[in-house]
Nanobody, 122 residues
């Protein structure tokens, strides 16, 4: 059984930083890309960042315009963990952050985590 478990959410003041982790277990060897999405209250879920790899080497990373230059997505291969480092946080970054992973074409997400709350106070 595949499981994606997010951690690292919390409350932070504007301008601060948070580090989110997504630990994958189960059918993880077939994953080729992992990413982060978020959903603010009353809004639709939106893309935040993602990366794709081949033979353990990351060759592509993508960011939403709203987080470019502030967020960094990386992957810890040994731990099957995707990490989202969030810096210079803004109130508009508040929401539930979801981890996702896929094993096929980029942009197709097979598995999702339960989400972790990020609240940025202004």
């Amino acid at each position: 059984q595949v499981q994606l478990a997010e951690s690292g959410g919390g409350l932070v003041q504007a301008g601060g930083s948070l580090r989110l982790s997504c630990a994958a277990s189960g059918r993880t060897l077939t994953y080729l890309h992992m990413g982060w999405f978020r959903q603010a209250p009353g809004k639709e879920r939106e893309f935040v960042a993602a990366l794709r790899w081949s033979s353990g080497v990351i060759y592509y990373a993508q960011y939403a315009d709203s987080v470019k230059g502030r967020f960094i997505i990386t992957k810890e291969n040994a731990k099957n963990t995707a990490v989202l480092q969030m810096n210079s946080l803004k109130a508009e970054d508040t929401g539930v952050y979801y981890c996702a992973a896929g094993s096929g074409d980029y942009g197709i997400w097979d598995d999702w985590g339960q989400g972790t709350q990020v609240t940025v106070s202004s």
